[in-house]
Every structure is written in structure tokens, then in C-alpha cells.
């Protein structure tokens, strides 16, 4: 079964880093896409940062561009999500998700889910 196991929210004061992990299960890492996603109360769900994990093509939106980098190290099956600079507006449950091949940073296009992580920025 595929398992996406996200970890690494919590509460920072504004302009603070945090860094999200995202372990992977039950299929072939390289063969597959993994994105951070995030919602907030209220709001839609977000697309934060996308990569595609053969040739770690990413992507990001303009919300985070600058703020934000996403990393893998394919032989722990990990996936990694750098924060800093947090603002407030940041607040959200953040998710990662998988699918195979290589997919747009939309969440409709994703498969499979993780858990969320609750990152709570404070001003």
C-alpha cells in the first residue's frame, strides 16, 4: 500500500523556519510525484511546492517562490519542505501527496495522501 507519512508542523513566531518530512511507502520512489499541499480554515487547498522525482524538477507558486525549497533523498524515500521566513498567512494543515509520473502541482491530480501537519505561525 502506498503511505505517505508527513511530520515536522508546529508553532513558529513570524519570520521563523520550519522544515516538514514527508516519509514514502509501498511504491517506486523515482517513478512518482510528490507534492506539499496545505488548507486552511475556510480557504481551498494550496499547492506549496511539487517535484517530480526522477529528475527533481519543482515546482512553486509565487506565494512562496524565494521563501520556500523542497528537497528528496530518494534512498531514505523522504521528501523535505523548508520553510523560512514564515508569516502568519502561512498558518495552515499541510499535506503531501503522491502520484506516478509526472503531474501538475494541482491537488486533484494526486492519488494518494498523507497525514496532515498542522504548522501555526504566530504574528
Known amino acids: 500500500d502506498v503511505q505517505l507519512q508527513a511530520s515536522g508542523g508546529g508553532l513558529v513566531q513570524s519570520g521563523g523556519s520550519l522544515r516538514l518530512s514527508c516519509v514514502a511507502s509501498?511504491?517506486?520512489?523515482?517513478?512518482?510525484?510528490i507534492g506539499w499541499f496545505r488548507q486552511a480554515p475556510g480557504t481551498e487547498r494550496e499547492g506549496v511546492s511539487c517535484?517530480?522525482?526522477?529528475?527533481?524538477?519543482?515546482y512553486y507558486p509565487d506565494s512562496v517562490k524565494g521563501r520556500v525549497t523542497m528537497s528528496s533523498d530518494n534512498g531514505k524515500k523522504t521528501v523535505y519542505l523548508q520553510m523560512n521566513g514564515l508569516k502568519p498567512e502561512d498558518t495552515a494543515v499541510y499535506y503531501c501527496?503522491?502520484?506516478?509520473?509526472?503531474?501538475?502541482?494541482?491537488?486533484?491530480?494526486?492519488?494518494?495522501w498523507g497525514q496532515g501537519t498542522q504548522v501555526t505561525v504566530s504574528s
Open positions: 509501498g511504491f517506486t520512489f523515482d517513478d512518482y510525484t
Open positions: 517535484m517530480t522525482l526522477s529528475d527533481r524538477q519543482t
Open positions: 501527496a503522491a502520484n506516478w509520473g509526472r503531474v501538475a502541482c494541482v491537488g486533484t491530480m494526486y492519488d494518494y
